[in-house]
């Protein structure tokens, strides 16, 4: 397993864990356009060519925002998921960033574990924020990392 940067012409590649994780996944042209954007950065994890998990992020001024954090159901409870967030944290500190936000799904309570284990706290909650089509909609937690001041 390897943990790298990746980039607007992989899209595509990030596009499908995306969709593997999650139903109505995000298309390669919007993680594209997220990642081609200002202050957007990816993570990736892979073994060999195959992707298994990546972190969509954006960092401008001194705030970093965590976009998307997606692991493939074949590739969960590896620990993956937690050193994609530890790597996201270190790539903020260096864009400068002295904050670190997230929106996950009030139900997603794998999620919320993951981010309470990395540090995140709750600083907010959209009500239905999250449009789950027939479903009724669910409501976004916002979490926040402390970074401290840049250096």
């Not at 993680?31 to 892979?46: K, N, R, T």
Request: charged share 20%; glycine share 14%.
């Amino acid at each position: 397993m390897r943990l790298r940067g990746a980039w607007g012409h992989e899209a595509q590649a990030l596009a499908a864990v995306h969709g593997r994780a999650f139903a109505g996944g995000w298309s390669g042209a919007e993680i594209a356009g997220l990642l081609d954007g200002p202050g957007g950065f990816a993570l990736l994890v892979e073994d060999g060519d195959a992707p298994f998990g990546f972190i969509l992020c954006r960092a401008v001024a001194d705030e970093a925002e965590i976009l998307t954090l997606a692991v493939d159901p074949a590739a969960r409870r590896r620990g993956l998921a937690l050193a994609l967030v530890q790597a996201a944290v270190g790539a903020a500190r260096m864009a400068g960033a002295q904050s670190l936000f997230l929106e996950v799904a009030h139900d997603n309570a794998p999620a919320l574990a993951l981010y309470a284990k990395a540090g995140f706290a709750q600083v907010g909650l959209r009500r239905g924020y999250y449009d789950r089509g027939a479903n009724p909609s669910a409501d976004a937690v916002v979490m926040r990392l402390d970074l401290g001041p840049s250096v």
